[in-house]
């Protein structure tokens, strides 16, 4: 069902949203995968409410821990999340590029 949770995360109301990305990060590693749930994320970020984005955030965190050669996903996924309105976000998605390494280039 990890497809389908996924296209969840792109959800208008915050608790759908939330909850796609807790039960997404609640699965194990064989049923994520890594292209379906990114290609999903953005919406989450324009959510007015922080809770989506939060979720989003944490999720992409384990995502990148979890499958760290997939970076070629997590670039468009993550700068989604400075269409944010929260600063607090912004802070999180620097840190995250930042401790993963997500956005380095390989070459």
Do not use: W
Request: proline share 4%.
């Amino acid at each position: 069902y990890a497809n389908r949770f996924a296209s969840l995360l792109k959800a208008a109301h915050k608790d759908v949203s939330s909850f796609a990305s807790h039960a997404l990060n609640g699965m194990s590693d064989q049923a994520l995968n890594v292209e379906d749930i990114c290609a999903e994320i953005a919406p989450a970020f324009l959510n007015k409410s922080k809770e989506p984005a939060d979720a989003a955030l944490k999720l992409l965190s384990r995502l990148a821990k979890t499958f760290p050669s997939r970076q070629e996903c997590y670039g468009p996924a993550i700068l989604s999340a400075f269409s944010h309105t929260s600063k607090d976000i912004h802070k999180k998605a620097l840190a995250l590029i930042e401790s993963s390494k997500m956005l380095e280039n390989s070459d």
